[in-house]
Antibody, heavy 118, light 109 residues
């Protein structure tokens, strides 16, 4: 069974750094892309970018380029999304999802809620 | 790239059929057969309902169907049930990203 399990909810202050994770199992982690999707409170889905864990090839949506960093450690089947300096506007639910390139996400993680507040 | 365009809301009575549209351009919806649809209940992760325009993943009810004409894709739900009340999002491949629609809230009256 394909599963993506994300790390738990985080509460941070503006300016702090953060790295959240997404662990894949039940399939060949290095053969599919992992994408990250943001959902701000009460809003729709926004595609942030993807990484291919096999060779760490990473692509970003122009809206998120330079704002976040996507990485992966294939040895532990885990992808990451990180911020170096959080802003209140980063408050959102973040989902990871398995993708075949840019085609479509099929399996999704349960989501990680990030709250940034002073 | 702009988000794909969906109606903000649709509604229908139990047993009826409804259709949700998703309009893009020739660079996304119209250019590729990689349109997908997701159902999201409150507080839950999105669930894939349709992929590659009209294919249903295993386990998804055949009451859900997808189609495409030109730059507009559509999701049809027949025999509406109370459990279908949720937000629905379309998604499309582009040459440099994945695009989502703004989402449609389906209310079952």
């Amino acid at each position: 069974e394909v599963q993506l399990v994300q790390s738990g909810a985080e509460v941070k202050k503006p300016g702090e750094s953060l790295k959240i994770s997404c662990k894949g199992s039940g399939y060949s982690f290095t053969s599919y892309w992992i994408g990250w999707v943001r959902q701000m409170p009460g809003k729709g889905l926004e595609w942030m970018g993807i990484i291919y864990p096999g060779d760490s090839d990473t692509r970003y949506s122009p809206s998120f380029q330079g704002q976040v960093t996507i990485s992966a450690d294939k040895s532990i089947s885990t992808a990451y999304l990180q911020w170096s300096s959080l802003k209140a506007s980063d408050t959102a639910m973040y989902y990871c999802a398995r993708q075949l390139g840019y085609s479509y996400p099929d399996y999704w993680g349960q989501g990680t809620l990030v709250t940034v507040s002073s | 790239q702009s988000a794909l365009t969906q109606p903000a809301s649709v509604s229908g009575s139990p047993g009826q059929s409804i259709t949700i549209s998703c309009t893009g351009t020739s660079s996304d919806v119209g250019g590729y057969n990689y349109v997908s649809w997701y159902q999201q209940h409150p507080g839950k992760a999105p669930k894939l309902m349709i992929y590659e325009v009209s294919n249903r993943p295993s386990g998804v009810s055949n009451r859900f169907s997808g189609s495409k004409s030109g730059n507009t894709a559509s999701l049809t739900i027949s025999g509406l049930q109370a459990e279908d009340e949720a937000d629905y999002y379309c998604s499309s491949y582009t040459s440099s990203s994945t695009l989502f629609g703004g989402g449609t809230k389906l209310t079952v009256l």
